[in-house]
Nanobody, 115 residues
Framework: EVQLVESGGGLVQTGGSLRLSCVAS????????IGWFRQASGKEREGVSC????????YYADYVKGRFTISSDNAKNTAYLQMNNLKPEDTAVYYC????????RGQGTQVTVSS
């Protein structure tokens, strides 16, 4: 059974930074992909970023390019999302997802950016 546990969310001011972590069990980062989604209250989910260990490819949604950085430590089965220059519109619950698929997400961590 795949289990993903996110952490690192919190309340920050506009322009601040947070680093989210996602620890996986029952799922190996080797030859797979891990990604991040977010969902703001009352809104549809959005794909944020995805990293593939198969070919090293990385995807960023346009609205986070240049501000967010995804990485993974395969030895630790842990993924990270470094978020810089945060904006109020980044406020959402952030989920990591195995194989970058929404239905294999963790429980999420709340990120709130105050203006």
């Amino acid at each position: 059974e795949v289990q993903l546990v996110e952490s690192g969310g919190g309340l920050v001011q506009t322009g601040g930074s947070l680093r989210l972590s996602c620890v996986a069990s029952g799922f190996s980062f080797d030859d797979s992909a891990i990604g991040w989604f977010r969902q703001a209250s009352g809104k549809e989910r959005e794909g944020v970023s995805c990293i593939s260990s198969r070919d090293g490819s990385i995807y960023y949604a346009d609205y986070v390019k240049g501000r967010f950085t995804i990485s993974s430590d395969n030895a630790k089965n842990t993924a990270y999302l470094q978020m810089n220059n945060l904006k109020p519109e980044d406020t959402a619950v952030y989920y990591c997802a195995a194989n970058c698929r929404w239905h294999t997400r963790g429980q999420g961590t709340q990120v709130t950016v105050s203006s």
